[in-house]
C-alpha cells in the first residue's frame, strides 16, 4: 500500500508545546503501578512481575506506548468507491464501513489511546442525494441501538459535535440517551462528527464570545485561545487537539474537519479505502507517526 507521510519521519523527541494550546488536566494513561503482595513471606506475585511486560507485549512490533497519540481523528473516506469496485450497492459500502470503525475502535481500548474522533457526517453531506443521506441517518440509529449496551460495558463514552438539530429527531433523541447513558465511562471517549463543519466550529465559538462582550460578561481584550476553546465543539473532552489525523481513500485534503484544533496535528493518508482499512494500516499510521519530530514551532537544540 502506498501512502504519503508529512513531515518526512525524523528523530521523534518530545518537546514541550506551548501553553496556550494545550488544555491543562490532559493526563496520559496512568502507567501499571507495581504493588507488592504480602503471600507469607513478603513474595512479590509472579503476576505483577509480569504485568508490565504482558502490557508491552499487546503491542505490535516497533509500536512504543509512551509514544502513542493520545488522540487519533479519522477522516473515514472510500465507502462507496469500495462498494461499486465490488460491484455492490452503495449501501453495502457504508455498512463495510461500520466495520472498520469496530475495529479501530476495539485497538483504541487494546492499546490505551484515550481518545478517537472520526468524522463520520459532514455538514456539507447534505448537499447528497436524498436516498444516500436518508440511509445514512438510518445507519447512524441502527449502529446506535446496536452497539448502545456493548460500547457502555467496554468504558466507552460516547460524544457527539456538529449541528445535531438538523438530525431526524429520532436520532437527537438516541444521541441523547447513549450520551448520557455512557457520560461516566473513562476507557475511551469516540467523539463522532456528524453535521459537522470545522468553519462553521470557529464561527459559533465566536459569536458566542461576542455574545459575552455584548452582555459585558467579558471585555474583549480577554478574548484569547483558551476562551475560543472553551466555545469549540470539542469542550466536550480533555484532549481537543488530534495527536494524529489518519484519512483513508487517497485523498489529500482535511475537508472541513477540526480545523482549529488540527493546528499541530500530524497528518497520514492512506490509499486505503475505509473497509478496508485495518489494523496492519493502524500500525502503520501509528508507526509513521511515532519518527515524527513535533516542534510546534519551536526548534530543537
Known sequence: MFSLQFPIPIDNLPITPPPKFLLSGCALPKPYEFK???LGNLRVRAAD???PAAEE???PGGLQKEFLPRHVAVIMDGNVRWARAMNMA???GHDAGVRSLREMVDLCLEWDIP???VFAFSYDNWLRSKREVEFLMFLFERVLKSEMEKSSRKGIRLSVIGDLSLLPKSLQNLINEAVERTKSNTKLQ???AASYSGRYDVVQACRNLARKVKNDEIQVEDINDDLIEQELETKCTHIPHPDLLIRTSGELRISNFLLWQSAYTEFFFSETLWPDFRKDDFVEA???YQT????YGGRQS
Request: net charge positive; charged share 30%; glycine share 0%.
Open 36 to 38: 507488592r503482595r504480602r
Open 90 to 92: 452503495d449501501s453495502k
Open 57 to 59: 507485549a499487546a503491542l
Open 292 to 295: 515524527r519530530q513535533r516542534r
Open 49 to 51: 512481575v509480569a504485568a
Open 115 to 117: 481518545v478517537l474522533s
Open 190 to 192: 469516540l467523539i463522532v
Open 286 to 288: 501509528l508507526l509513521s
